[in-house]
């Protein structure tokens, strides 16, 4: 048996064509994937059944058993878990690099198993990168080697601060042909520790460099944000004109309070806390609980502040004033807040003011909060939060999320390249 040729290096969110050929009809083969992060080791597998021409083939293919069901070409790659004990054994004298897995297969006929490594890169050839430090923000811009000048994008990540997620969906999308900043506004040095009052004014910053640049087309600049960075994405959108297209993943259209919570709001314009909205306290809860007004194990304790609509008006974003077409991805299991219904009011307010640009609202069943790119590990679905230590539960399912992710991508590509069109 061997595979079909396989690339040594390809970007994390490209579909493989995974087959394995010269096999009797009807063998039995089991599929692996290895790999490691952060010194644990995960693993997926799947058994498969040659068709009549000796091939096993995963795009047209579902396993006979394994750690995903169906048929789907990549179930490998987000159906990885981690492995304990004498399992994770298996891992020995494989790369710990945590950008390549080893897809290895064995045969049930005693034949010696084959093996391929395969790495998965955010930045493709061509795309090169620069940390940014001028006019006091902190960035990685990451763009082709090419000419330009390119359609640009701010990307934002949430409450962990830093780079995270920012930086690997800004290479991703330079990947894709786009000049792409990444950018941090707390949790490195120079800058809050906490998001905290962050000033909007900072981030204005960061576009009016952008738009300087001699690779970017100043009139085609978009957003991207992630969770608490979706609800900024929003809110960017509803204050700098220049930006042509917001992408909010997982996002609230209601401004919240710092995180973790200190009594103000988490950004300013113009020295001055935006409204923002507060959420019950557990002595109200449980005096809502013992009414029967908030149900035990719901996020009533956002909601029921929310019923008063004045209140909620002047706590939401003025998603009308964006100056260009809007997409919100939410995953309807989201756990760890609820994106889908707080993504809910920007559209009725959108509707409400008659917004005369495109909006879509991407809403997943069985997913949760953690949609992005394909092809990534969604089994992990609870975490101790990076600035809280808090435990966080992410919700959905790991097919789920990861269908939402393999949805959304490409809808999600095609929304910026249409958006960030000449005008």
Known sequence: MKFDTLPQTCLVDETLAIRVLELQPGARITLKLWSSFNNVVLLSSATFAADSNGVVDL????????????????????????????????????????????????????????SQRIKRVFAGPGVVSREVRDGGFFGKMFEPDQPGPHRAVLVVGGSSGGLVWSQEMAALLASHGYAALALAYFAVEGLPPTLDR?????????????????????????????????????????TYPEIRAVV????????????PESGHGAWTLGGREIPYAKTLTHEEWNKELA????????????????????????????????????????????????????????????????????????AYAGAGHSIAWPNGPTTMLKAKHAVSGDEMDMGGTPEGTARARQDSWPRMLAFLRAALVDD
């Open 59 to 114: 795009s047209g293919q579902a396993p006979v058993s394994g750690s995903y069901q169906g048929i789907d070409a990549m179930g490998l790659f987000w159906s990885r878990a981690p492995a304990h004990g004498d399992v994770a054994e298996g891992f020995k004298g494989m790369t710990k690099d945590p950008f390549t897995a080893t897809l290895a297969a064995e045969g049930d006929d005693g034949a010696p198993p084959i």
């Open 291 to 362: 009414a029967g007004s908030a149900r035990e194990g719901s996020f009533d304790w956002y909601f029921l502040p929310l019923k008063d609509a004045a209140y909620a008006s002047k706590v939401s974003i003025q998603v009308e004033k964006i100056n260009g077409p809007v997409l919100m991805i939410t995953g309807i299991d989201d756990r760890l807040w609820p994106s889908t219904e707080l993504t809910e009011f920007a559209v009725e307010r959108f509707k409400q003011h008659g917004f005369r640009h495109r909006v879509e609202h991407l």
């Open 248 to 259: 909010a993943y997982v996002p609230s259209g209601i401004l919240w309070p710092t995180f």
């Open 198 to 238: 962050i000033p909007l004014e900072y981030f204005g910053t960061a576009l009016e460099w952008l738009s300087e640049q001699t690779t970017v087309a100043a009139n085609k600049i978009g957003v991207v944000g992630v969770s608490r960075g979706g609800e900024l994405a929003l809110l960017l959108g509803a």
